[in-house]
């Protein structure tokens, strides 16, 4: 083996790649060539002052990354208006329930238990904004229940006022729910925008990727129609035996 191959292999022996010749013969080499062992500690002290060298100071960004984290408590206004629409709600409904079971609605039959049905109701709906308002996440969920609940509410409550069937001050005490509905949403969208942490929440990034996904897997149809990619049909049967 000359000096040139020598070298050549122990330049990939450094570089960590896989030498042109036997390690034996760059080794047997070495043992017999001066030049060849000064030249390997030479390029072994250049490859060390290459890659070990000291740590360039970095910026503190501990400041910045605090700074540009989410707020603790996310939506806070909302959900402590929304914690008091519930205590409201939650006494309207006790407030119905006892005077049901004191002598308002006396008596058995269809009219009380319907009279009960609905206290109980609005005692669920209070406990469930109490949970909105305690957890954020869980807002979304209850949107839609109570937002059909409002709406059929409002709509009786008008033909009720128009037909004389409802005074002002009942159909009045139905605000709270439209003022719980509003601050259920606004909680909602800001936990959707920005979730707390440990919470489940779609990302823009993951719908984008999911739109891509479904760009990618739609494949021509006959008729020059564009499809979802599925399983593929055999283009042959086996004739059965």
Sequence with gaps: MDCQSCREALSARLDGE???VPAAETD????????CTRWQASAQALTRTIRVRPVEPEPDLVDAVLAAAPPRHIALKPRLALAAVAIVQLWL??????????GGQSGHGPSTHLFNEGAAWNLALGIGLTVAAVHAHRAAGLLPTLGGFVAVLVAFSV????????TA???VSHLPLVAGLVLLYLVARAHRRRPTP????KHDHDR??????DDDDVTPQPGGRRGRGGHLRPTAHRRAA
């Design 18 to 20: 896989t030498e042109p």
């Design 28 to 35: 047997a080499h070495l043992a017999q060539c001066p030049a």
């Design 93 to 102: 409904g006790l407030d119905q329930l006892l005077a049901g079971a004191t």
């Design 159 to 166: 033909n009720d006022l128009l037909t004389g069937t409802a």
């Design 169 to 171: 001050t009942r159909v």
């Design 198 to 201: 440990g919470t489940p929440a």
């Design 208 to 213: 984008d990727h999911r739109d891509n996904s």
